[in-house]
C-alpha cells in the first residue's frame, strides 16, 4: 500500500512503479538505516560500491549475472533527516511518510540499524535477515538463488 504503487528513485527526485522495479529483479536487499547514526554513515558507503559494482557486473553480462536492487527504509527521525541521507544513495527508497515504511520496519524486526535483508526477487523469500558484518559479494548471494530456467 505504497502511494500510487511507487517507490522513490534518483534521490527522491523521481518515482518508479513497484512493478518497474523489480522486473527482472533476482535479489532485492531492504536496508533499514539512518542519518542520526554513525555505523549507518559509514556502512553506506560500502554498500554504494557494491550496489554500483553489481549493476556494472550485470550490465556487462546480463545473461549470467544476477540484478539486484536495493531499497531504503528509513528509521531517520524526520522527512529532513531522511531527504538529505536518501540524497546520498543511488537505490530506491520507500516514501518516509508512507505507513508501508513502518510496516516494513516491523516485518524486518529491526531493532538496531544498519540492517541489510536479502530477498529472492522472485520468490520473496527471505534468504537473509541481516548481511551486515557479511562479505558484500554477488558470488555468495547468489549461492542462495535457483538457477534461471
Known sequence: SLPNDCLLSNGGRDKISLSNAFSKVDLVFLYASA????????????????????????KSDPKRLHQI??????????????GKYYATMPWLAVPFDSETRERLLAWMNVTSVPRLMCLDGRTGKVVETNSVGRALDMARFSKYLRPRA
Open 35 to 58: 542519518h542520526w547514526c554513525p555505523p549507518c554513515r559509514r556502512y553506506t558507503p560500502q554498500l554504494v560500491q557494491f550496489y554500483n559494482d553489481a549493476k556494472k557486473l550485470y
Open 69 to 82: 536492487e536495493i531499497v531504503f527504509v528509513s528509521t531517520d527521525h524526520d522527512i529532513n533527516e531522511f
